[in-house]
């Protein structure tokens, strides 16, 4: 082993464990992250229920919307006469005339 390889050895095994050598810092250390530990599983808790709740707020709205705008067509639709039921896909009533693509002459036109 080079002598660099045992510096980092030694540097990293003395290292290990709680930062400082008394005992009530140790203890102030462990409580410490314990504490930000707790903080931040409730703030992370605290945030989903607001997120879900505007989530949950937003598809209210959304579905709200929608309903009201699904029931105005099915009212326009009771209402209107035959010009609603047409677009409904009942039956549209009207004349038709056949246009051919020959000429009065017997040519056919575009070409």
Do not use: C, H
Not at 45 to 61: C, H, K, N, R, T
Not at 63 to 90: D, I, T, V, Y
């Amino acid at each position: 082993m080079s002598r660099f390889e045992d510096l980092i050895l030694k540097y990293s095994m003395s290292n290990r464990g709680l930062p400082a050598g008394n005992p009530i810092a140790n203890v102030f250390v462990v409580l410490v992250g314990a504490i930000v530990i707790g903080v931040s599983i409730v703030l992370g808790f605290v945030a989903f229920v607001v997120l879900g709740s505007i989530i949950a707020v937003l598809a209210s709205v959304i579905g709200l919307r929608l309903w009201w705008f699904n029931r105005q067509l099915q009212r326009r639709g009771r209402k209107g006469g035959p010009e609603m039921s047409a677009r409904a896909g009942g039956l549209i009533e009207g004349e038709y005339r056949v246009v051919d693509d020959e000429d009065d002459d017997g040519t056919t036109r575009g070409t």
